[in-house]
């Protein structure tokens, strides 16, 4: 006769090994209880259709919680744990063979970001956990933990881990369709970085752009194509004519990698025109340093700002902020904006979605008059 018991903290420290394996089955859901090994170890499990599914190990599932994952395998409603396999890597493991995957790929400063996350968080947390045991319970108590002082990074970190994920699928080190433990939590909330620039104040900024002195003429064309690509500053400030084609960009060296950025029309007159008259690989090429690029233009966008009438914490990338939320406001999806961004994770892109008050209320009358027509019989 099967013995049920009522599983408290006290009861799973208290279940000693024995010389066999034994399970003690619980009191709430019929099939699931406790597998304690002779070796100490011990797991959560559901005897179901003459299979024996391990749920997870005690040592970091709750019994609620294990209890409620037994609960929807057995209604169907989810599928059970992959088994775990000697080709299984550690989150460790995973990280040392991600980041020399990435070496020469993202830029030193990305990966210097992904050693401190990986270093400071994930690795401690963890870094000896095989990749098929990893469970949604504990990535949640870690990154909420990690919330509590830092909630940007601990969003920066569990990203991290998704793409090391990914990378573990794709690398074929675990099951294409090994669920994702970091699917369901959810992100902390974060204030929208950066300022976008009001159509007026675009309109400002272009005349400025027009008239500035020929001082500051150079810096002027970059600002122009750092607004009509969206592109780093950085990304245009360094950009060399070997990476300009006839419709795009090929970058080299951005933030996460290479990547392309398609061009339009009046880009793509801009640099045109450029290339008339460059005689050095640099499409901005600096005037103090023969051969170098133009490197940075604080003082000169400080000039421009000034004669737009920006305000004076709008930064050179808000460009780019500007550029990605007008292209949101124009019907394009967050998925088509992160992609002309270059994001690989579309929580970037949400971050510069801020909505112009001019297309809000625009929207606001077009909505307005079509609900009206309704009311009227004329919709």
Known sequence: M?????????????????????????????????????????????????????????????????RQQ??????????????????????????DLFLAAKEGVYKPETLASCRIYLDTQLRPALGNRPLLRLTTPEIARWFHAYSQTRPG?????????????????????????APDPCAPIRRNRRKARGRLLSTRQIKALGKAL?????????????????????????????????????????????????????????ARRLLSARRKESKTPF???????????????DNSWKVLRWLAG??????????RHTYASHAIMQGQSLTIAGKLLGHHDPASTERYAHLDGEYLGAAAERVAVIVQAMMDGRG
């Open 310 to 319: 920006l305000p004076e914490d709008i930064r050179l990338h808000d460009l």
């Open 283 to 297: 499409v901005f090429p600096s005037r103090k340093v023969p051969g170098a690029a133009i490197g940075k233009i």
């Open 210 to 266: 027009d008239t500035c002195p020929p001082a500051h003429r150079e810096a002027a064309e970059a600002v122009r194509l750092i607004l009509l690509t969206g592109c780093r500053s950085g990304e245009i400030l360094r950009l060399r004519w070997d990476e300009v084609r006839s419709d795009r960009l090929a970058l080299a060296s951005t933030k996460t990698g290479p990547r392309e950025v398609l061009l339009s029309p009046p």
């Open 70 to 95: 037994a609960a929807a395998i057995a209604a169907g409603e989810a599928l059970p744990p992959l088994p775990l396999t000697a080709t299984s890597p550690t989150v460790n493991a995973l990280a």
């Open 2 to 66: 099967t013995v049920a018991t009522l599983f408290t903290p006290a009861v799973i420290r208290a279940a000693r090994p024995g010389k066999r394996e034994y399970t003690l089955h619980d009191a709430q859901l019929p099939g699931f209880g406790l597998r304690v090994q002779p070796s100490g170890a011990k797991a959560w499990v559901l005897r179901l259709d003459k299979r024996r599914i391990t749920i997870g190990p005690a040592a970091t599932l709750t019994v609620g919680e294990a």
């Open 153 to 177: 990074g601990a969003n920066q970190a569990l990203g991290l881990l998704v793409t090391m994920l990914n990378f573990a699928r794709s690398e074929k080190l675990i099951p294409k369709g």
